[in-house]
């Protein structure tokens, strides 16, 4: 493998992020193919016995098993962590294996972390119940207010876990004044950014330690594969996360990589359009319905702090009908155009009710609590023409009487 410009820092972190999206990681095989090579192997074999040791020893570079690094994951991992302004990238399976081993790997039992509650439905499960099993303590609170963050932290406090803009409500949690409370009480901070993309938001620049991503949404955002990453810095990754993701193997597929790396090429133009509609239909539906969130809104109560840490207000419209589940359910299987599902960042539209699916697993009252009501719905904006998506969202409301 030739590593050429994709692979040296110091040439990649200067280059736009658009660049980045297109090239930062790349290496090249002899054969010099322009689109990344597919090392769709297990293992690697070694020269000599000698090399075989010295790989295993660390005395030389290079790949010995793909449960560790792979040349096609490692080029998606290092496109990712110079796009976030990360030491290093390590990609997983799913998404969920990101959150999992971002918790995991640094935490041990006595210890405590503080979430925001408004969390994905299974990242609140992590919080509920995995964590207080192996003994780590867990608390979450209202995300969006400094002192319940304040009051919560404890002298084992050592992590930090939130999401913003949080699915599904859109909630905003100010990055930087979490971070710098995390910090002077020694804990790090974790944050899923999915909803707003490497594109519209960058975690590290605010204060975060460490950025996880499911890669599954914008990422490859066309429905394709599952996958997730975890960005952060090189002595976290040494001591902590390193021999976590080795030894417990939540490896992302070489294949999946490889589609990663080719939805990144994209991402940059998607989000932009995908923003671009997600406005235009917000202002369409405000005139129809009550509630409809999305930051770019006069009425989005927390516009100033959403546009103060993130470049635009995001690809996913929420809004809130009045006459609850029934209507709700009127109004999806009225859509000709979208797609009822549960993804979100895919190139076709996807219309959610959490209450019903994503948030199923929460107690009610959890539900409630967290502004999902029976009502809610929650559009992931896609690339169609903007107006037949108005037309479908309009003619849908029609029928379900809104
Ligand atoms: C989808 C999602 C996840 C989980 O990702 P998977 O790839 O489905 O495992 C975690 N957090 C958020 C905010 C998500 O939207």
Same mark, same amino acid.
């Given at each position: 493998?030739?590593?050429?410009?994709?692979?040296?820092?110091?040439?990649?972190?200067?280059?736009?992020?658009?660049?980045?999206? !297109?090239?930062?990681?790349?290496?090249?095989?002899?054969?010099?193919?322009?689109?990344?090579?597919?090392?769709?192997?297990?293992?690697?074999?070694?020269?000599?016995?000698?090399?075989?040791?010295?790989?295993?020893?660390?005395?030389?570079?290079?790949?010995?098993?793909?449960?560790?690094?792979?040349?096609?994951?490692?080029?998606?991992?290092?496109?990712?962590?110079?796009?976030?302004?990360?030491?290093?990238?390590?990609?997983?399976?799913?998404?969920?294996?990101?959150?999992?081993?971002?918790?995991?790997?640094?935490?041990?039992?006595?210890?405590? !972390?503080?979430?925001?509650?408004?969390?994905?439905?299974?990242?609140?499960?992590?919080?509920?119940?995995?964590?207080?099993?192996?003994?780590?303590?867990?608390?979450?609170?209202?995300?969006?207010?400094?002192?319940?963050?304040?009051?919560?932290?404890?002298?084992?406090?050592?992590?930090?876990?939130?999401?913003?803009?949080?699915?599904?409500?859109?909630?905003?949690?100010?990055?930087?004044?979490?971070?710098?409370?995390?910090?002077?009480?020694?804990?790090?901070?974790?944050?899923?950014? !999915?909803?707003?993309?490497?594109?519209?938001?960058?975690?590290?620049?605010?204060?975060?330690?460490?950025?996880?991503?499911?890669?599954?949404?914008?990422?490859?955002?066309?429905?394709?594969?599952?996958?997730?990453?975890?960005?952060?810095?090189?002595?976290?990754?040494?001591?902590?996360?390193?021999?976590?993701?080795?030894?417990?193997?939540?490896?992302?597929?070489?294949?999946?990589?490889?589609?990663?790396?080719?939805?990144?090429?994209?991402?940059?133009?998607?989000?932009?359009?995908?923003?671009?509609?997600?406005?235009?239909?917000?202002?369409?539906?405000?005139?129809? !319905?009550?509630?409809?969130?999305?930051?770019?809104?006069?009425?989005?109560?927390?516009?100033?702090?959403?546009?103060?840490?993130?470049?635009?207000?995001?690809?996913?419209?929420?809004?809130?009908?009045?006459?609850?589940?029934?209507?709700?359910?009127?109004?999806?299987?009225?859509?000709?155009?979208?797609?009822?599902?549960?993804?979100?960042?895919?190139?076709?539209?996807?219309?959610?009710?959490?209450?019903?699916?994503?948030?199923?697993?929460?107690?009610?009252?959890?539900?409630?609590?967290?502004?999902?009501?029976?009502?809610?719905?929650?559009?992931?904006?896609?690339?169609?023409?903007?107006?037949?998506?108005?037309?479908?969202?309009?003619?849908?409301?029609?029928?379900?009487?809104?």
């Amino acid at each position: 493998m030739k590593s050429g410009a994709g692979r040296d820092r110091s040439i990649t972190k200067k280059w736009a992020r658009q660049t980045q999206m !297109v090239r930062a990681g790349s290496m090249r095989s002899e054969l010099g193919e322009m689109s990344e090579a597919l090392f769709l192997t297990s293992g690697f074999a070694y020269a000599n016995a000698e090399q075989a040791e010295a790989r295993f020893n660390g005395s030389e570079e290079g790949f010995t098993y793909s449960r560790q690094t792979n040349p096609t994951v490692s080029m998606f991992e290092e496109r990712m962590a110079v796009l976030e302004g990360a030491d290093i990238g390590r990609a997983t399976g799913t998404g969920m294996a990101a959150m999992t081993a971002s918790l995991l790997a640094g935490l041990k039992s006595g210890d405590h !972390v503080l979430g925001s509650r408004a969390l994905f439905g299974s990242c609140r499960w992590l919080m509920d119940e995995l964590l207080p099993r192996y003994g780590i303590e867990t608390t979450v609170i209202d995300g969006t207010d400094m002192e319940a963050w304040k009051g919560a932290v404890q002298n084992n406090t050592r992590a930090f876990f939130t999401e913003t803009p949080a699915n599904p409500t859109l909630e905003i949690v100010d990055l930087k004044a979490v971070a710098d409370l995390a910090h002077e009480n020694g804990a790090k901070l974790i944050v899923d950014n !999915v909803f707003a993309t490497p594109v519209l938001q960058r975690p590290m620049e605010l204060g975060a330690d460490i950025v996880c991503y499911s890669t599954t949404k914008h990422i490859d955002g066309q429905g394709r594969c599952l996958g997730g990453v975890i960005l952060c810095d090189k002595e976290w990754d040494e001591e902590f996360l390193y021999p976590f993701y080795r030894h417990t193997g939540c490896a992302m597929s070489p294949f999946t990589a490889w589609v990663m790396l080719k939805g990144l090429e994209t991402m940059g133009l998607r989000v932009h359009a995908m923003c671009d509609a997600a406005e235009d239909i917000a202002l369409a539906l405000a005139d129809r !319905v009550t509630d409809v969130r999305h930051p770019s809104l006069a009425s989005f109560g927390q516009s100033e702090l959403a546009f103060s840490q993130m470049d635009r207000g995001g690809t996913m419209v929420v809004f809130e009908l009045p006459g609850g589940r029934d209507q709700a359910f009127r109004f999806l299987n009225a859509l000709e155009i979208i797609d009822i599902s549960n993804n979100l960042g895919d190139s076709r539209s996807i219309a959610t009710h959490p209450w019903s699916t994503t948030h199923k697993a929460l107690a009610e009252e959890t539900r409630l609590e967290l502004g999902i009501t029976p009502g809610l719905i929650r559009l992931s904006v896609g690339l169609e023409d903007t107006e037949d998506l108005k037309d479908d969202l309009l003619r849908a409301l029609e029928i379900a009487g809104s």
